[in-house]
């Protein structure tokens, strides 16, 4: 298995609040992505990073931003939660190649 | 509007037989089209791919088939095993399109009835 780590596993939060999740791996791989599940939505992409502070939006990425100050580390960051940024997020790598392989995810709940 | 369309929300098939899961494009942009499968409380996990120039692709109990023409793709599961049990996603690749992005279907829910 590819070595990802997303943290926190699970939060609760409340609406307005400014939250944080970590992405980190052990691959030294380019590519780092961010992605939100939702029931009858699949996988979206919120951002990418393809190299230390190169980043990018995808197709969700209003009300949330990135940083990639290392290697290793992918931060997504919701400024101010609301409702409906309650989801599943994973985030995947990619040692630039097509394949992506992800990560086990992170729960928020956003009250 | 959605590029990628796994118009199967759900399918359910008896163990031994075969699964096939399908997958529907419109871009004809899109040059590499990949399976992932996820069980629940886990991330999406890669299980077999296929570039454009190719029409079939084999691993194992896993076949996916690739009608460039009808811009359809499938996945072939032989024998279906209770542990196939799991939601499947297809995804594809825009040849156009910066860092290896993917866009990825709904998904299907595949249930192995042992």
């Known amino acids: 298995d590819a070595g990802i780590t997303q943290s926190p596993r699970h939060k609760v939060t409340e609406t307005g609040t400014p939250v944080t999740l970590r992405c980190h791996q052990t691959?030294?791989?380019?590519?780092m992505y961010w992605y939100r599940q939702d029931p009858g939505h699949g996988l979206r992409l919120i951002h990418y990073?393809?190299?230390?502070?190169?980043?990018d939006k995808g197709e969700v990425s209003d009300g949330y931003s990135v940083s990639r100050s290392k290697t290793e580390d992918f931060l997504l960051t919701l400024e101010s939660a609301t409702s409906s940024q309650t989801s599943v997020y994973f985030c995947?790598?990619?040692?630039?190649?097509?394949?992506?392989?992800f990560g086990p995810g992170t729960r928020l709940t956003v009250t | 509007d959605q590029q990628v369309k796994q118009n199967s929300p759900s399918l359910s098939v008896q163990e031994g037989r075969i699964s096939i899961l399908n997958c529907d494009y419109t871009?004809?942009?899109?040059?590499?089209f990949l399976w992932y499968k996820k069980y629940p409380a886990e991330g999406p996990t890669f299980l077999i791919s296929?570039?454009?120039?190719?029409d079939k692709n084999e691993d194992g109990r896993f076949t996916v088939f690739l009608n460039k023409s009808a811009k359809h793709l499938s996945l072939h599961i032989v024998p279906s095993q209770p542990g196939d049990s799991a939601v499947y996603f297809c995804?594809?690749?825009?040849?156009?399109?910066?860092?290896?992005?993917?866009?990825f279907g709904k998904g299907t829910k595949l249930s192995v009835i042992p």
């Open positions: 691959e030294n791989h380019r590519y």
């Open positions: 296929i570039s454009s120039i190719k």
């Open positions: 995804a594809a690749r825009d040849s156009g399109a910066g860092s290896y992005q993917l866009t």
């Open positions: 871009n004809s942009m899109f040059d590499y």
């Open positions: 990073s393809y190299g230390v502070k190169d980043t």
């Open positions: 995947a790598i990619s040692p630039q190649s097509y394949e992506q392989y």
